[in-house]
DNA sequence: TGTACATCAGTGAACGCGCGTTCACTGATGTAC
DNA sequence: TGTACATCAGTGAACGCGCGTTCACTGATGTAC
């Protein structure tokens, strides 16, 4: 990527990095994060378990890289729809932006495609785990495709202020949001609305809280983008 | 509770179990529940490990007693959410019931005091864990009283069903619903977006998805409640 | 093009650890007559 | 009230396991002259 000619070796090295990674999210996928055991995935690639420190310096390093890969995979998705949309653009017309339907769309089918890596990255915290800067960054990069899209939906008719002083208290706590200085509050609201409740939905279904009762998370996800971007975000 | 006479060594064993549940909530606490030890809790004690097995036939056992004992605490808030308010209503009038923001409050006060215990019934599920059905009763104890409440709230004015067919697919899959038969579907609508939003407020403020964002979790969750009793489910 | 040297991937043995669980046993507590 | 027996809590040793990680080493791959 940043580098025009890798030699053999970087290239090789690389390889078996990538390879290490598909091992552990199969043991993830398998039994969860906790479960991942070097040993194991060394076994798997027929090498013997210290061979893999040649790649990683340690257990936490290889838990790092797979929680940042699925940062990043998630921001990839968000940024293919922003994407998608500027294409659908006409050249001369001002962008329409992301809607955000199709990032709700994207979102949830990123979980679904492998819940094991959506709890990795939204579920029971790692006890002592503190994400390195870089992630915290991909992140932001995600919050501010979202905040596009918010700024585009047009304000809803006669919306008032809710009660409870949130619109103020947003106001004064904008700095998540500094990539969009001029957004009014409610664009902020429908924001960590869209975060909330759709990963609510999402963290019941994958959790396995909607089993039994039959009926179908997909609607429900359905329902709630609906209501956020029709009623808009209460 | 249920038998009257219990001779002094059934008193005793009760007595070690809860201490043993006691030290496990500790080190849940602690390390959250995928580092829970038999071994360590038995030295907490002062005992050695295979005492333990006079009280619990292995550590599967212990878990599931804490996820019920779990469950048990979250549906006995909910009760006493309903007993206050059924006190607090005049005698003779018809009961008012327990409101949504009452057992709002108590969800996540519930929540707040212990986050591990939260997780360890709505986080990242333990993989091929099954929960034994009488779990499953007490959830849909819960249920009933969430229920309760929204049979309570008025339909709001000129509310008209959403799109997408949420409404025919809620009429048609009722059964977890199945101890208020009379309900129209808005009120399941409402009982479902009271557990799904602020479950997904509160994941997200207890993984830790906030701090860092400056905002107060609190307010967030209170924007959510007052958006479910005002302006309704969308 | 060939040789001398440095780099680096991977191995096998080993360390220390803690885990869940089984087993045969000791000693205290309760029960029956 | 006392004795004989059954029940049960708790112990210590042991088994087998897998883990993360370190270390000294071998052999292959790349680099410099």
Redesign the interface.
């Known amino acids: 990527m940043t580098e025009a000619a890798k030699t053999p070796r970087e290239r090789y090295r690389q390889q078996v990095r990538e390879e290490v990674k598909e091992k552990a999210w199969q043991q993830i996928a398998?039994?969860?994060a906790?479960?991942l055991s070097l040993n194991a995935i060394a076994r798997q690639m027929g090498m013997s378990g210290p061979a893999l420190y040649r790649y990683f310096a340690n257990r936490d390093e290889l838990i790092t890289e797979l929680v940042r890969d699925a940062y990043r995979s998630l921001a990839d998705a968000f940024a293919a729809v922003r994407g998608a949309a500027a294409e659908a653009t006409e050249p001369g017309a001002e962008s329409a932006g992301p809607g955000l339907a199709a990032l709700a769309g994207a979102l949830r089918d990123w979980a679904v495609a492998d819940p094991h890596r959506y709890?990795l990255v939204?579920?029971?915290?790692?006890?002592g785990y503190r994400a390195p800067e870089d992630i915290?960054a991909i992140a932001a990069e995600m919050m501010s495709v979202l905040l596009d899209a918010c700024a585009a939906v047009p304000p809803v008719s006669g919306g008032a202020s809710?009660?409870?002083?949130?619109d103020e208290?947003?106001s004064a706590?904008r700095?998540?949001a500094a990539t969009h200085p001029d957004l009014p509050p409610s664009a902020l609201?429908l924001a960590?609305?869209f975060?909330?409740?759709?990963?609510?939905?999402l963290?019941?279904e994958?959790?396995?809280?909607f089993t039994?009762?039959?009926?179908?998370p997909a609607?429900?996800f359905?329902?709630?983008v609906?209501?956020?971007t029709?009623?808009r975000?209460?």
């Not at 975060?195 to 939905?201: A, D, E, I, P, T």
């Not at 039994?212 to 179908?216: A, I, P, V």
């Open positions: 398998g039994s969860g906790s479960a709890f939204y579920g029971t915290p790692v006890p915290t809710p009660d409870g002083g949130i208290h947003l706590h700095g998540w609201r960590l609305a975060w909330s409740r759709l990963h609510g939905v963290s019941l994958l959790a396995g809280h039994g009762m039959g009926l179908d609607r429900l359905d329902a709630e609906r209501a956020l029709e009623g975000a209460g």
